[in-house]
C-alpha cells in the first residue's frame, strides 16, 4: 500500500492486481498450458518407461486466472453477470433454446430427469414406476436420478465396438403405457446412434434426456450432440472438455417451457424466475392468486415444485467462459490425440479390440471405413487414452432387463 498513491482509484488498482495475476499464472502454470503453446514446459523432460503421463487434467492459461480473480474483486459471488452470459455463450455454440448452469454434470442429469416429472407437464410427467431405457454399462449418475425420482430404469447391453447402447434392443425393452422416456450418455465422447434412438423415440412418444458430459463437440451428421433430445446435459468437471473446477449446464433444446421447470428445480423448487439480485421481473410479484393464499402473496417465495439449490457461483462461469473460446482448439486437440495414439497401437490389433465411432466399420492410417446407414459420427474424444481401444474378451449376449428400486436384483423379463 505504501507504493500507492492516495489518488489510486479502484480500477486503477483493480487493473494493477490483475496484471500482476496474469504475470504469475504465466510463470507457475506453465505446465497447463496447451500442448501446442511454445511456452509451455512441464518442468521435467519425457523419460520412455518412467515419466507418468496424466491421462487428463486442466488446460488453461492466465485468462482462466485473470476471469477468476476478477470475479472475485468484484464478490459478486452467487450466479450471476458472468453465469447469465456463459449459459448465453454455451446455448449458442451448441445451436439450443437455452442453456442452465449448474454446480456439476451430476446435478445436471438429476434436474433432466426431476423436471420432467414436474405436474407443469401433465399426461406427459414422469410418474413414480414409470419406465426409463438406458444402458447396463456407464456412469451411475446416468441411472441414480432414474431411481432418485422413484422411476424403473431398464438396461439394455453396449455394443463393444462403440461402448454405446445397442439399439436393436430398443424395441425389446419398450412396453406400451410402462416406458416413458430415454437416457443415455455419449459414451467417452462417441456419438450414440442418434438416428435410431430419436426415430424410436418420436414413434413411441419417449422423451430424450442426452447425457452429453463426455461429449461437448461431437457430432452427429455434421450437427452437434447435446442439441437432439429434448433435454441434455453437460458436465465441467477438470479432465472434461471445459472446465469450471466442479460445474454442469442443463440444455433446453426447444421446448422453451421446459426451461422454467428446470430452472425451478435447480432453484429451490420456486414458482418465480427473478434471478438473484433481481425483483419483480414478471412485473407482477405481488398480483398473484393462488389456490389459498391471500391475495397479493409475494411471488418470489411460492414453491410449485420440490427442488434443490444446485447453482455454481460466478466465479467458475468466468472461468467457463474463458474455456469455452479454447473449446474449439480443444476438440481438435483430443481428436489428433486419439488419432496418433491409434496409428502408434496399430501393430498391437492382436490383443486389442480397438473402439470405432458409431457408424464406422473399421479404420486405417487412411481413416475410417463407414457403414451403409448413410450416419457419420465424429467424436471430440474424451479421453484419447481410454476411448481407443478395450481388453479383448469373449461376448457376453444379455437381455434388456428391469431394474426396480425396490428389489436388490435384476428383474429379467
Known amino acids: 500500500m505504501n507504493n500507492l498513491s492516495i489518488e489510486t482509484s479502484p480500477a486503477e488498482l483493480k487493473s494493477q492486481i490483475l496484471n500482476l495475476c ?17 511456452t509451455r514446459n512441464t518442468g521435467s523432460d519425457f523419460v520412455p518407461g518412467k515419466t507418468t503421463i496424466p491421462y487428463a487434467g486442466r488446460v488453461f492459461t492466465e485468462e482462466e486466472v485473470e476471469a477468476a480473480v476478477g470475479a472475485t474483486l468484484d464478490f459478486w459471488l452467487t450466479l450471476g453477470a458472468e453465469g447469465e452470459a456463459f449459459e448465453t455463450e454455451l446455448a449458442r455454440f451448441l445451436n439450443v433454446q437455452s442453456s442452465l448452469l449448474v454446480n456439476s454434470g451430476s446435478s445436471a442429469n438429476l434436474l433432466a430427469v426431476a423436471a420432467l416429472t414436474s405436474p407443469g407437464l401433465g399426461e406427459r410427467a414422469l410418474q413414480p414406476a414409470d419406465e426409463v431405457i438406458t444402458v447396463a454399462a456407464g456412469f451411475p449418475t446416468t441411472v441414480a436420478p432414474i431411481l432418485q425420482q422413484g422411476l424403473v430404469p431398464v438396461f439394455i447391453d453396449n455394443d463393444p465396438k462403440t461402448l454405446n447402447a445397442r439399439v436393436d434392443q430398443l424395441e425389446d425393452a419398450f412396453v406400451a403405457g410402462r416406458t416413458k422416456a430415454v437416457m443415455m450418455a455419449h459414451a467417452l465422447g462417441n456419438p450414440f446412434d442418434l438416428s435410431t434412438v430419436t426415430e424410436f423415440c418420436r414413434r413411441h412418444g419417449l422423451w430424450l434426456i442426452e447425457d452429453n458430459c463426455d461429449a461437448l463437440g461431437s457430432r452427429y451428421d455434421q450437427k452437434l450432440t447435446g442439441s437432439f433430445g429434448d433435454l441434455s446435459t453437460q458436465s465441467f468437471y477438470p479432465p472434461h472438455h471445459l472446465t469450471m473446477g466442479e460445474g454442469g449446464a442443463v440444455n433446453v433444446t426447444r421446448q422453451r417451457s421446459l426451461r422454467a421447470l428446470v430452472e425451478s428445480f435447480r432453484d429451490w423448487g420456486r414458482a418465480c424466475w427473478c434471478a438473484s439480485g433481481k425483483d419483480n421481473t414478471c412485473h407482477k410479484r405481488y398480483g398473484w392468486k393462488l ?27 468466468a472461468i467457463g467462459r474463458q474455456q469455452l473460446m479454447k473449446l474449439p482448439s480443444f476438440i481438435v486437440a483430443r481428436q489428433r490425440n486419439w488419432e496418433t495414439l491409434r496409428r502408434r497401437l496399430a501393430d498391437q490389433e492382436e490383443f486389442f479390440e480397438f473402439m470405432l465411432p458409431s457408424h464406422a466399420s473399421s479404420w486405417s492410417p487412411e481413416g475410417f471405413t463407414w457403414d451403409s446407414s448413410g450416419h457419420r459420427s465424429e467424436c ?34
Open 22 to 38: 496474469r504475470e504469475y499464472s504465466a510463470l507457475q502454470h506453465r505446465a497447463n498450458r496447451p500442448g501446442t503453446d511454445p
Open 291 to 317: 389456490g389459498e393464499l391471500p391475495e397479493g402473496y409475494d411471488h418470489k417465495y411460492i414453491y410449485t415444485n420440490l427442488g434443490y439449490n444446485l447453482k455454481p457461483l460466478d466465479i467458475q462461469a
Open 380 to 413: 471430440s474424444w474424451f479421453d484419447a487414452g481410454q476411448t481407443h481401444s478395450s481388453i479383448r474378451s469373449p461376448a457376453v449376449r444379455q437381455l434388456p432387463r428391469r431394474c426396480s428400486h425396490r428389489q436388490p436384483h435384476a428383474v429379467w423379463r
